[in-house]
């Protein structure tokens, strides 16, 4: 369990280091957030644990964009839950409208 856990860490610190070197307007970066998704939506509990332990503002700031499609792919309450200790845990990240999607998303299944 561990082992995926510092796997998923590892391969999602890898893409938001990709998209701290990219422009804003690159094309490229919704293809790194369809990957993030991909990433989340594998093991429910240890996206869970992650996203718990995740302290680091930027990469927070990344992983939200995902989000909305990986809530809509999972269909929990768990991860909504989550989402929601995140916004409280963050609150300057503007967190409340990437939670608000994720929970349409999963509304709309």
């Not at 993030?36 to 939200?64: A, K, M, P």
């Not at 839950?81 to 299944?109: I, T």
């Amino acid at each position: 369990m561990s082992n995926y856990k510092s796997t998923l860490s590892e391969k999602i610190a890898k893409i938001v280091f990709q998209v701290s070197r990219m422009h804003i307007n690159d094309p490229n970066i919704p293809q790194c957030w369809d990957a993030i998704t991909q990433l989340l939506i594998r093991d429910e509990s240890e996206t869970i644990d992650f996203l718990n332990s995740c302290d680091d503002e930027y990469t927070l700031g990344v992983v939200s964009a995902s989000f909305a499609d990986a809530s809509f792919h999972l269909q929990s309450n768990h991860f909504i839950r989550c989402l929601e200790k995140l916004e409280q845990k963050f609150p300057g990240q503007h967190l409340k409208y990437m939670v608000a999607d994720a929970k349409n998303a999963m509304d709309n299944e």
